[in-house]
């Protein structure tokens, strides 16, 4: 084996290719349909999600990689991009040297915002809150084309003002309707986004997966596959406690103007919270792995 190729593992061709076979079967699970649902124009409010919101493709989603540290025994009819691989004496694998000083830098943050919110203590009072401030006032209802509210405007707007709000997901608090806004405890912006995520958030579980694809390649597609699964999961929990009437897509409501429903949303918050301790622990390793190569 080249001592220019950094590895604690070798695949042979025929073990590789099996990895690679069985990790697309099961994104395309996810992928084919979609695909099937774009070609005829429908939507579906949590699989949507994955390719709306996130900006991965599904090509790059369906593509297979082992991440640093691993030599593939070569296929010369295999597509190893040389933006990432090194190929030699009929091996190949990801070269972290071609990772290149905005790419580490970017990979640097990753891993930092991952710790801090690992670090933190979970806290399970939003109660998914932010879907219906999103919806406040009714001036702009996002998944109307695909699914009807489940309650009255007036019905909405009366339960977001009797609750205290305490979104710190940026990323959910700039869609929350303008009037909806100064109704939060906090002001989370992208500047502050490191001091407010916290790990028993459902948006910043959701969010391993895309932190997972930006670290891709240089990351297992195993992780990026088990935090896609994740993901949906999540967003599967963050929609049936929204507002909106999922019952045609076989989703029961959580319905969190209840406190009934209010328990029900935290413990399945707190499930969520206790696997993306896991999983964010196996992506932060492979960061480590990938920035200490």
């Not at 070569?74 to 972290?96: P, Q, V």
């Not at 700039?174 to 407010?196: D, G, K």
Request: with cysteine; aromatic share 12%.
């Amino acid at each position: 084996m080249p001592s220019s190729s950094p590895t604690s593992e070798f695949l042979p061709r025929s073990e590789w290719q099996e990895c690679a076979r069985a990790y697309r079967e099961e994104i395309e699970k996810f992928t084919s349909p979609i695909r099937a649902r774009r070609s005829r124009q429908e939507k579906h409010p949590i699989y949507d999600f994955l390719y709306t919101y996130y900006s991965f493709s599904l090509g790059r989603l369906e593509h297979w990689h082992p991440g640093v540290g691993v030599t593939l025994e070569d296929d010369e009819a295999l597509d190893f991009s040389d933006r990432y691989y090194r190929r030699e004496k009929g091996l190949a694998w990801i070269d972290s040297e071609k990772l290149t000083s905005k790419g580490r830098q970017q990979l640097k943050w990753i891993h930092q915002i991952l710790t801090l919110t690992q670090a933190r203590p979970p806290n399970f009072a939003c109660h998914g809150l932010h879907e219906w401030a999103m919806v406040y006032s009714g001036a702009d209802v996002r998944h109307r084309e695909i699914a009807p509210l489940r309650l009255s405007q007036q019905e909405i707007d009366s339960f977001v003002k009797s609750r205290p709000i305490c979104c710190s997901h940026f990323d959910a608090y700039r869609f929350f309707a303008p009037e909806a806004a100064p109704l939060n405890r906090l002001s989370p912006t992208l500047e502050t986004r490191q001091e407010n995520e916290q790990p028993g958030c459902i948006h910043v579980n959701m969010d391993l997966y895309k932190w997972a694809y930006k670290s891709s390649p240089w990351i297992p597609s195993e992780i990026l596959k088990e935090s896609l699964l994740f993901a949906i999961k999540a967003r599967e929990i963050d929609m049936r406690a929204s507002p909106y009437n999922l019952e045609s897509y076989g989703y029961p409501a959580i319905t969190i103007e209840t406190s009934q429903g209010r328990q029900e949303y935290e413990e399945a918050q707190y499930c969520l919270y206790r696997q993306g301790l896991d999983l964010r622990a196996s992506l932060i390793a492979a960061l480590d792995r990938v920035l200490n190569a």
